[in-house]
């Protein structure tokens, strides 16, 4: 199993990234798909899920309006696009997939850093 996000890097406040998510060694179309933050010093938190359809969707409450999550099963891959960021976004983001408490798989993380 392999998750490998890209996509992170330096961006002014205001300014836009799009992280993408490359699965691989899984069914990806079967597991709902999300993104994760972890900030210095703080817990990981949930920034976006997507389920495994693309059905449906839910966002954090910091990121709403902002942030779309969005998936191509034929591509096996997962997206965020992240719009007026702010530097409180400034975190790892992680990829995460998930199906059932054992199929849980992480990616490395890619960082997101919003500064002037």
């Known amino acids: 199993v392999q998750l490998v996000e890209s996509g992170g890097g330096l961006v002014q406040p205001g300014g836009s990234l799009r992280l993408s998510c490359a699965a691989s060694g899984f069914t990806f179309s079967n597991y709902d798909m999300s993104w994760y933050r972890q900030a210095p010093g703080k817990a990981r938190e949930l920034v976006a899920r997507?389920?495994?359809?693309?059905?449906?969707?839910n966002y954090a409450d910091s990121v709403k309006g902002r942030f779309t999550i969005s998936r191509d099963n034929a591509k096996n891959t997962v997206y965020l696009q992240m719009t007026s960021l702010k530097p409180d976004d400034t975190a790892v983001y992680y990829c995460n997939a998930q199906r059932t408490w054992r199929e849980n798989y992480w990616g490395q993380g890619t960082q997101v850093t919003v500064s002037l």
């Open positions: 997507i389920s495994s359809a693309g059905i449906s969707t």
